[in-house]
Each structure stands twice: as structure tokens, then as C-alpha cells.
């Protein structure tokens, strides 16, 4: 129930985008509508800090510095949760992990690495 499979980082220069993809192909539908998705993302000797989170009900709430920037979305037919990034600057390098939260009780992804550099 609780595997999760992010996908879609890599290298880009400053600039550009890239579009995250989680996955839940071990998580049923019903339990997979009701949860809230979540990307966060962590560099080596800090914090992981929440980036982008989505409700059931599709509200969406975005860290300051990437408001206007990046753009969370989810498919609920495909279990699936996206985060469209876009204007990507270095201090957005990171490893970004795909986060379900469903009465609180957390499931983590494995990570996929965005890198930032010209």
C-alpha cells in the first residue's frame, strides 16, 4: 500500500523545467483519492522542506520561494501526482522526494535528484 516511485529528475540548466512523476501502483484507488500528495525536497545537511502539497479536494499550497514557479497536479484516475517545475534556478538542486499522507500516517518515495547547473 505504501510504495511510492518518483521519476523525471536529472541535470538542467538554469532556466529551464523538468516534470516530476509519482507513482502509487501498489496503493488502491480508494485509498489513493482521499489521501493528500506531497513533494518535498532535501539537500545534504538540511532539513527536508516541504515544497508543494495537493488535498483530495485539489487545493494546493506552495513553499514561498517556488510560488509562481512550480505547479502540482495529480491524476487520481492513474495514481498519480506531477510537479511541473519551471524557471529552475541552482538553489533549487535537491533531492526531491513524493510524500502520501492519509490520516496521518506518511509513505515516502525513494527520491529522485534535480540538479541545477550551467
Known amino acids: 500500500q505504501g510504495q511510492l516511485v518518483e521519476s523525471g529528475g536529472g541535470l538542467v540548466q538554469p532556466g529551464g523545467s523538468l516534470r516530476l512523476a509519482c507513482a502509487a501502483p501498489?496503493?488502491?484507488?480508494?485509498?489513493?483519492?482521499?489521501?493528500?500528495m506531497s513533494w518535498y525536497r532535501q539537500v545534504p545537511g538540511k532539513e527536508r522542506e516541504l515544497v508543494a502539497s495537493i488535498t483530495p479536494g485539489r487545493d494546493t499550497n506552495y513553499a514561498d520561494s517556488v510560488k509562481g514557479r512550480f505547479t502540482i497536479s495529480r491524476d487520481n484516475a492513474r495514481k498519480r501526482v506531477y510537479l511541473q517545475m519551471n524557471g529552475l534556478k541552482p538553489e533549487d538542486t535537491a533531492v526531491y522526494y513524493c510524500n502520501r499522507n492519509l490520516n496521518g500516517r506518511d509513505y515516502w518515495g525513494q527520491g529522485t535528484q534535480v540538479t541545477v547547473s550551467s
Open positions: 501498489t496503493t488502491i484507488t480508494s485509498v489513493f483519492n482521499p489521501s493528500s
